[in-house]
């Protein structure tokens, strides 16, 4: 008779109390389970009884429980929330529903421009997302939050999608586990996760070491990975703002915290594209130029990985180190964001005017990839200028004693420097042979 319950309430059931749930060949619970007993094998029948009885009595309160909580109305179980805390410096859950309700609104307003996402939808799965926490049933079964969440709002009427958006926010639950299926469902995950992680910084629970008691590690590397597989185009900078102003802290707690939580998201950033086969240099030199975008930083760690294996990426990494060394040690005394474009009356060698002439030439085209995040041929179109800044190296010295003639050679090199930064900062790639380098 108790098959009728949901079918992870029963496997729950059985499994708090050691037991196994039996399945049939379609995957449907048969009315049957297993247990074991230690020791030698005598009495088992009235072992077995023994095991019959408690069972049936688990099974009877959760459907006790089960029957009760369908009573009442899913919605009013959010005002309870009230009366559970989430963090003593935080306040309540229902205080954290509150926050990630708005965060979760301005990151659909983020992605918006590119992506539509039903931001009515969110809005619900928002609300009902922490609800089952105040049922009598989660209470008994900590294990069922989220899909008790999504049992009893179906079974209020809720549409589909906000159902099944209360159980998958709480995705992924383990490091390789299951992430949202939906963009609604991965938006509300995102700002739960932030919510989370931002609320801890700043009431200083840092994780340290290996200890990560709240588990913020993962909710980063949930977010990370549900950014990516919903391509969601984002800035990381104003969903961190978002999220530390919210917070019921003092603001000196909140500024501090903006670039804790950037730093360790990057961190997890970076070891998440090892796992992907980016190596350690080449998420080094992506993250460096521009990290504010988690798919955008995908996309171009994927590019720089895979037009690595071209063989005039050495040479001309190895010139944009070079050029970067020679920008950085110039903007001690000038400011070459100030400096005009070059003047061609000024080259004195035909290496100058080469050098230019091809910049000019593939600038507008490389852009035009950049722009549509076409990184992997734009990333070829850099490549082209190898032979005209190997031969500018040969035949220039840069840093001449005349001003006027140092200058224009300076905003010359600054111009391919910003350009191509708009990728990554090449000057992080390991002149160690240029092999792919494990990440430790």
């Not at 095991?51 to 959010?78: G, H, M």
């Not at 306040?91 to 590119?114: H, P, W």
């Not at 708009?422 to 992080?428: L, P």
Request: with cysteine; glycine share 6%.
């Amino acid at each position: 008779k108790y098959l009728s319950l949901p079918k992870e309430l029963i496997i729950y059931t059985l499994k708090n109390q050691k037991n196994f749930v039996i399945f049939d060949g379609k995957g449907e619970i048969m009315p049957y389970f297993a247990a074991v007993k230690d020791g030698i094998s005598t009495n088992l029948e009235s072992i077995g009884k023994g095991y019959e009885r408690v069972i049936s009595a688990r099974l009877e309160d959760a459907d006790f429980y089960l029957k009760s909580d369908l009573k009442i109305p899913f919605e009013t179980n959010t005002e309870k929330l009230k009366g559970v805390i989430f963090h003593e410096k935080l306040g309540t859950m229902y205080d954290k529903v509150s926050r990630f309700s708005k965060l979760a609104e301005q990151l659909c307003d983020d992605i918006n421009s590119s992506q539509k996402i039903n931001k009515k939808v969110v809005s619900k799965i928002c609300f009902l997302s922490k609800s089952d926490l105040a049922t009598r049933t989660v209470t008994e079964f900590p294990e069922l939050q989220g899909i008790f969440g999504r049992i009893c709002a179906a079974a209020s009427g809720e549409e589909k999608i906000v159902s099944d958006g209360i159980e998958q926010h709480w995705r992924p639950i383990t490091y390789d586990g299951e992430l949202p299926d939906t963009a609604e469902s991965s938006v509300v995950a995102i700002a739960d996760k932030m919510d989370s992680i931002a609320g801890h910084f700043a009431a200083g629970n840092i994780p340290t070491g290996s200890a990560d008691p709240y588990g913020l590690r993962r909710a980063a590397l949930g977010i990370i990975k549900i950014a990516i597989k919903q391509r969601f185009p984002f800035s990381l900078k104003t969903l961190i703002r978002n999220a530390v102003e919210l917070l019921p802290v003092e603001d000196c707690s909140k500024a501090k915290s903006e670039n804790l939580i950037s730093d360790f998201i990057k961190q997890r950033l970076n070891n998440y594209f090892c796992e992907l086969g980016i190596s350690a240099d080449e998420a080094d030199a992506v993250l460096s130029a521009i990290s504010d975008d988690i798919y955008d930083s995908y996309k171009r760690g994927l590019a720089v990985s895979g037009v690595r294996k071209q063989p005039d990426f050495e040479p001309i990494a190895a010139a944009f180190k070079r050029i970067g060394n020679i920008i950085k040690q110039a903007e001690k005394s000038v400011s070459l964001s100030e400096f005009g474009p070059p003047d061609k009356n000024l080259f004195k060698d035909d290496s100058e005017t080469a050098l230019f002439e091809k910049f000019v030439s593939v600038k507008d085209e490389f852009n035009a990839c950049i722009d549509v995040g076409d990184y992997e041929t734009g990333l070829k179109i850099f490549i082209t200028l190898r032979n005209p800044v190997d031969s500018f190296f040969e035949k220039v010295m840069v840093m001449t004693g005349d001003e006027r003639i140092k200058n224009n050679r300076l905003s010359l090199l600054y111009g391919i420097y910003r350009l191509f930064m708009r990728v990554a900062d090449f000057s992080k790639i390991s002149q160690r042979l240029f092999q792919k380098t494990k990440c430790e």
